[in-house]
């Protein structure tokens, strides 16, 4: 039964060679899109994973609303924060200090 499938579509494919060939490019485009998004998808997930307790792992961002401007998204924080950061936030840890200089 398997022989019998197999020998069809060969034949089909020799038949309609252009059509196969646009079916078969289609397939080959389409897995590698889905190989690259899934990569991609993956790389994105275990980024921090080398990190100790990574699922508690959290960013700082900031909004600045300059006046007849539109808001400002930062990743970056102010100085001020690094300060108040062990003092005001009892459940942040801070073992040592990543101010920069």
């Given at each position: 039964m398997w022989r019998n499938y197999l020998t069809i579509a060969i034949r089909?494919?020799?038949?309609?060679?252009?059509?196969?060939?646009?079916?078969?490019?289609?397939?080959?485009?389409?897995?590698?899109?889905?190989l690259l998004i899934l990569?991609?998808?993956h790389y994105?997930?275990?980024?921090?994973?080398?990190?100790?307790?990574?699922g508690r792992v959290f960013q700082v961002q900031t909004?600045?609303?300059?006046?007849?401007?539109?808001d400002v998204h930062s990743q970056a924080s102010p100085d001020e924060?690094?300060?108040?950061?062990?003092?005001?936030?009892?459940?942040?840890p801070c073992a040592r200090s990543a101010r920069i200089p």
């Open positions: 089909m494919l020799a038949r309609y060679r252009v059509q196969s060939a646009i079916n078969i490019g289609g397939l080959a485009l389409g897995l590698a899109g889905c990569t991609y998808v994105e997930r275990s980024y921090d994973s080398w990190i100790p307790n990574a909004t600045v609303h300059p006046p007849g401007m539109a924060f690094y300060g108040m950061r062990s003092g005001s936030f009892p459940q942040i």
